[in-house]
């Protein structure tokens, strides 16, 4: 009787096991009260991505130009539809803005003899930021560097909706310069009237660069270069003309007055 009443405990307490066994195995396999390591992964949460942004015309003009400037230059160019609009007899010391408007009508542009010293034209004291003087007097007027003609140019681009984009090159070798050339950027050269040798007197300091002020300070429009015959292109507001010169003393002229240049660049297929 005694056995009997063991073996009915034991019995008792195996069947009160399993059945908290299987009690407990239900809980842990039932969906609702999954932990995060048990869940699927149509139950995890995903982290949202930011969607990205496309780049800007600014990161996309500078990549071009970095593009450019690592190339290697082909050796020749000629650039179309370029020509030379005379400073005289009535924009006397308006070179900038006649190589500026011969650049821009490159590109199909219809800008006239007098639209960027009347309408775009940034003035100053400084010949650096802006024209110092009147540009239609040649006793009146100084001139002006790339820092203000590229803002000069924004100001073009800007009224027009124009897809140009200017950049100051100042610095860079002739050689590097034939490069934008080779990419159908037209090129503005500071450099001396009919290439007289200059004699500066005085000059601006601007971001660290130092700007001479020189009498026959001069710009011209570069639009086309060969290598294997020494010669560049030149359109010279000074006669009105478009002539291949001597490059070696164009260069050596370019690079005794302070290396100062920009392009302009076609942006119309950036996008």
């Not at 429009?221 to 070696?248: F, N, R």
Request: glycine share 8%; net charge negative; with cysteine.
């Amino acid at each position: 009787m005694k056995k009997l009443t063991i073996l009915f405990i034991l019995t008792a307490f195996l069947f009160a096991g399993c059945a908290k066994t299987v009690e407990t195995s239900a809980e842990l396999s039932t969906p609702d009260e999954a932990t995060v390591d048990q869940a699927t992964p149509d139950q995890t949460e995903k982290p949202t991505e930011k969607p990205t942004e496309p780049p800007t015309l600014d990161e996309l003009a500078q990549a071009r130009y970095d593009e450019i400037l690592a190339s290697k230059a082909s050796g020749h160019a000629h650039l179309e539809h370029v020509e030379a609009i005379p400073q005289y007899p009535d924009m006397e010391a308006a070179c900038e803005a006649m190589a500026l408007t011969a650049a821009i009508n490159r590109f199909g542009y219809d800008l006239g003899k007098e639209d960027i010293v009347d309408k775009y034209m940034v003035y100053a004291d400084d010949c650096v930021t802006g024209y110092c003087g009147d540009p239609r007097t040649f006793y009146d007027g100084a001139g002006i560097y790339p820092p203000g003609l590229v803002t000069t140019t924004w100001n073009f681009i800007n009224d027009r909706h124009a897809a140009l984009y200017p950049f100051d090159t100042t610095g860079l070798g002739m050689d590097d310069l034939y490069k934008f050339l080779d990419a159908g950027c037209p090129v503005l050269i500071w450099t001396s009237v009919e290439r007289q040798e200059p004699y500066f007197d005085g000059g601006t300091e601007y971001n660290g660069i130092f700007y001479p002020w020189f009498p026959t300070e001069h710009c011209v429009c570069l639009y086309g270069y060969d290598k294997s015959d020494g010669q560049v292109l030149v359109a010279d507001s000074w006669y009105g003309t478009d002539e291949w010169e001597d490059a070696s003393w164009f260069t050596e002229l370019y690079n005794e007055i302070g290396k100062f240049s920009m392009i302009l660049m076609d942006t119309s297929d950036l996008k």
